[in-house]
């Protein structure tokens, strides 16, 4: 293995872009600071097969002087915003109630969608769990949001210190300026935690397919805004107290266009029920309509595989909350659920089974308090007790079981930790 130069990255990215060289060399208010920084990074839709030397030479240094598992296993469903919000809550999707990226609440007849704002900051929504930045302000602590689904609304009316409203089209480089400008504060005001989001893989791989050139370009991108970050945090001194946690919330599958499950029909003979949930995960809310006619008329469609919400396979741990609907039907691994004949893409998907490699995401955990190993497999469901040990607070109820922190902390002797 060739021999990584870590001088030639601090060399090649001390200054760039919109992220000014006065903010990068500006006084270093933290070189004397003690207080550790955890850094949960979120790479939407990278797989770990997009991790290699030549294309991500930053992520395959971090995973090389850290932990890595061979792949992170998503929660049921394989969906961005159930998965971003077991991270920070250690929950099962069932539990924390954000079952889907769009689902509706039968209490309430709301409906939550991603570009709904008023769903996005509603707390209705997110209640049902307590994510790590509330914890840590309960506890005294500072956190900072930079992109998280939950951030945007306040949670037992506690928002992070820090946050802002989603902005799809920030560049990495501005992404990364404010960032920096929040760790650069006094060591008392600077955050605990903070997070950083960048969905780069996740739109390359739905437009163009997972092994497209699209996803290479995207992947290279955001492997050198990897690089920016831990030079900028080295350069300003914080380097020694950080824990980089990098993670992704699922993979991304090929979806090709013949492989679109026409299921507009299917319902045909049941007025009152409703596809209410369409794509890799599916569902159906019954409104009255008989259960057993229902999934007799659904077990006519190929590669999809429908369940009573209650009867779902237990290792999918998912089938109690009210918002889950009726039904819930999975597409064998390039299908989709479509109630629109004409409907031709996205060439890539989420939302299969888990356990699916195709369905694995990445977790790197870097810093001076982690040990060089090579992990199996990880539930996403472990992160949060991670998270929750790094920062030395007490964890909220949750689902995971302490199985990561072993793995990769060092023993505090070793990490040179009080
Ligand atoms: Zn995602």
């Given at each position: 293995m060739r021999p990584f130069s870590t001088s030639a990255l601090l060399i090649a990215v001390s200054c760039w872009g919109v992220l000014s060289c006065a903010v990068l060399a500006q006084a270093n208010p933290a070189a004397n600071a003690t207080k550790p920084l955890v850094i949960l990074v979120s790479l939407d839709g990278f797989k770990p097969s997009y991790l290699t030397e030549v294309e991500t030479p930053h992520l395959f240094y971090l995973a090389q002087q850290g932990s890595q598992a061979k792949g992170l296993i998503s929660a049921f469903p394989s969906l961005t915003f159930p998965n971003h919000v077991t991270l920070v809550t250690g929950q099962t999707p069932d539990h924390h109630g954000i079952v889907n990226n769009t689902m509706t609440d039968p209490a309430t007849t709301q409906r939550f969608t991603l570009g709904s704002r008023e769903a996005v900051e509603n707390p209705m929504w997110w209640q049902e769990a307590?994510?790590?930045?509330?914890?840590?302000?309960?506890?005294?602590?500072?956190?900072?949001?930079?992109?998280?689904?939950g951030s945007e609304a306040p949670i037992q009316g506690v928002m992070p210190n820090d946050w802002m409203r989603y902005?799809?089209?920030?560049?990495?480089?501005?992404?990364?300026?404010?960032?920096?400008?929040?760790?650069?504060?006094?060591?008392?005001?600077?955050?605990?935690?903070?997070?950083?989001?960048?969905?780069?893989?996740d739109s390359a791989g739905h437009s163009a397919g997972p092994d497209s050139e699209a996803v290479r370009l995207a992947t290279r991108k955001v492997d050198q805004s990897i690089g920016h970050l831990v030079a900028a945090l080295k350069q300003r001194g914080v380097w020694t107290q950080t824990t980089l946690?990098?993670?992704?919330?699922?993979?991304?599958?090929?979806?090709?266009?013949?492989?679109?499950?026409?299921?507009?029909?299917?319902?045909?003979?049941?007025?009152?029920?409703?596809?209410e949930w369409l794509g890799a995960t599916a569902g159906v809310r019954l409104n009255g309509e008989s259960t057993d006619g229902v999934m007799t008329a659904l077990s006519k469609l190929s590669n999809v595989a429908c369940w009573p919400k209650a009867s779902m396979p237990k290792r999918f741990r998912f089938g109690t909350h009210r918002r889950i609907p009726d039904?819930?039907?999975?597409?064998?691994?390039?299908?989709?659920?479509?109630?629109?004949?004409?409907?031709?893409?996205?060439?890539?998907?989420?939302?299969?089974?888990?356990?699916?490699?195709?369905?694995?995401?990445?977790?790197?955990?870097?810093?001076?308090?982690?040990?060089?190993?090579?992990?199996?497999?990880?539930?996403?469901?472990?992160?949060?007790?991670?998270?929750?040990?790094?920062?030395?607070?007490?964890?909220?109820?949750?689902?995971?079981?302490?199985?990561?922190?072993?793995?990769?902390?060092?023993?505090?002797?070793?990490?040179g930790m009080p």
């Open positions: 307590l994510p790590l930045w509330v914890t840590l302000r309960q506890q005294g602590k500072i956190a900072s949001t930079l992109f998280w689904p902005n799809h089209h920030m560049t990495h480089e501005a992404r990364l300026e404010t960032l920096l400008g929040w760790l650069s504060r006094v060591e008392a005001q600077r955050p605990d935690f903070v997070t950083l989001y960048f969905s780069d893989l946690v990098i993670v992704s919330d699922h993979g991304m599958a090929l979806s090709p266009p013949e492989k679109v499950i026409q299921a507009k029909t299917a319902l045909a003979a049941f007025p009152d029920a409703r596809w039904i819930v039907c999975l597409s064998d691994i390039g299908y989709s659920v479509s109630d629109n004949p004409e409907r031709k893409g996205p060439l890539g998907q989420h939302g299969y089974d888990p356990e699916l490699t195709d369905m694995h995401g990445i977790l790197i955990v870097s810093g001076p308090r982690i040990r060089q190993a090579q992990l199996e497999l990880v539930s996403n469901l472990e992160v949060y007790g991670l998270l929750v040990n790094l920062l030395n607070v007490k964890a909220e109820k949750n689902d995971g079981e302490n199985t990561l922190s072993p793995l990769v902390l060092k023993p505090p002797s070793a990490a």
